[in-house]
C-alpha cells in the first residue's frame, strides 16, 4: 500500500465529511476512495471512520491518527518545496471559487497572463455567488464579498464595493424615479438573498444614516440573477455599477439615489488555515493581489483588458 497517497486520501476524507467530494477532487471513483480507507484500516487493524447513509466521523482512533498523517503530509510538502523537485516550481491544479459576474467580466479576460507566467500551472475557476465550503469542496482559494464569518479562514482583503441603487430607463418611465431613500417604499425592489440584510437597505446621507426595508416580488441568490432584472425593468437593484458597464454607457440603465452613499462592502481572498501553502497557491494569491491593488474595478467598475 502506497501510505502516503492513503494519508492523503483520509485526511482529505476526514476534512470534507464526503467520500464522494473527495473522489471528485481527485478524479477517481467513490469505490477507489473507499478501497483506500479500508486498507489503511487493514494496516493498522482499527476503525478509522463510522460511516451511516447520512454521516461519516472519526473514531478516536481516527482522530489520533488524523494528527499524525496530516503532521506527515505537512512536513513531506515542506520537504520538497525546500530541497527537490517542488522548490519554487509553480505547478499543478488551483481550485478558485469567484463570483460569477466578478468572474466573467474582471477575472477571466486577466487570467491568461498569469497561466502564461506559469505554464505548469492549472485553473479550476468555480463561479458561484453564495457561501462555499472551502474545505468540503476541496477549493483552495475564493474570492468573496462581505463580512467572512468563517473565524477559521484566512482572509487578504483586496478592496471595497461600492454599490448603488440601479433601474432601467424603461422601469423609471413606467414607475417614476425615487429621490430619496423613502421613495423606495413605491418601487418593486429587486432583493439578492445572498447579501448581509436583503430585505432592508441602508443609506447615508446629509441627514445621515437611514435603514430602509424593501418589498419587491423578485428575489435571487444570484447576483447575475438580479443584474438582468434590472435590465429586463423589473424593478430597483442594489448592486456595484460595474454590473451595468455597457449599460450605463448605452444609458439603458441608471444610477439613482446620488446624493446617498450606500456602505461598501469588504472584498476578501481568502483560504483555509490548516495547510503549508504550495508556490502555486502562493502564485495564484500574488496575481490576484496585483491585479487588483488599484480598486478600480470595484469602485468604478473599470474597463476589462
Avoid at 464595493?161 to 430607463?169: D, E, G, L, Q
Wanted: some cysteine; hydrophobic content about 40%; charged content about 25%.
Amino acid at each position: 500500500m502506497d501510505l502516503i497517497a492513503a494519508f492523503q486520501v483520509f485526511v482529505r476524507v476526514s476534512e470534507s465529511g464526503s467520500f464522494s467530494a473527495v473522489a471528485r477532487e481527485m478524479g477517481l471513483s467513490q469505490p477507489a476512495i473507499s478501497r483506500q480507507i479500508a486498507a489503511l484500516e487493514d494496516h493498522f487493524g482499527e476503525r478509522l471512520l463510522h460511516r451511516t447513509t447520512r454521516s461519516l466521523t472519526l473514531t478516536d482512533d481516527g482522530r489520533d491518527l488524523l494528527i499524525h498523517a496530516t503532521r506527515v503530509l505537512d512536513a513531506l510538502a515542506e520537504a520538497e518545496t525546500a530541497v527537490g523537485r517542488r522548490r519554487g516550481t509553480v505547478a499543478g491544479m488551483v481550485r478558485l471559487s469567484v463570483p460569477v459576474i466578478f468572474g466573467r467580466l474582471y477575472l477571466t479576460p486577466r487570467i491568461g497572463k498569469l497561466l502564461e507566467a506559469h505554464p505548469a500551472l492549472e485553473l479550476d475557476i468555480l463561479f458561484n455567488d453564495g457561501v462555499v465550503d472551502l474545505v468540503a469542496e476541496g477549493i483552495d482559494l475564493a474570492v468573496r464579498a462581505g463580512m467572512i464569518a468563517d473565524s477559521s479562514l484566512i482572509a487578504r482583503r483586496l478592496g471595497t464595493v461600492a454599490r448603488h441603487a440601479m433601474a432601467s430607463t424603461s422601469y423609471l418611465q413606467r414607475r417614476g424615479t425615487p429621490q430619496t431613500p423613502t421613495d423606495l417604499a413605491e418601487h418593486d425592489c429587486l432583493m439578492f438573498t445572498q447579501g448581509a440584510s436583503p430585505t432592508h437597505w441602508t443609506f447615508e446621507g446629509k441627514e445621515g444614516k437611514i435603514s430602509i426595508p424593501i418589498r419587491g416580488r423578485f428575489r435571487s441568490d444570484s447576483g447575475e440573477g438580479v443584474r438582468e432584472a434590472v435590465v429586463s425593468g423589473y424593478g430597483i437593484g442594489l448592486l456595484p455599477s460595474w454590473y451595468f458597464r455597457d449599460e450605463i454607457d448605452q444609458g439603458s440603465v441608471k444610477i439613482l439615489l446620488k446624493d446617498w452613499q450606500v456602505p461598501g462592502v469588504p472584498v476578501h481572498l481568502i483560504y483555509p488555515s490548516r495547510r503549508h501553502l504550495s508556490p502555486r497557491i502562493r502564485a495564484v494569491m500574488d496575481f490576484l493581489t496585483r491585479e487588483y491593488d488599484d480598486q478600480s474595478v470595484f469602485t468604478t467598475g473599470a474597463k476589462a483588458p
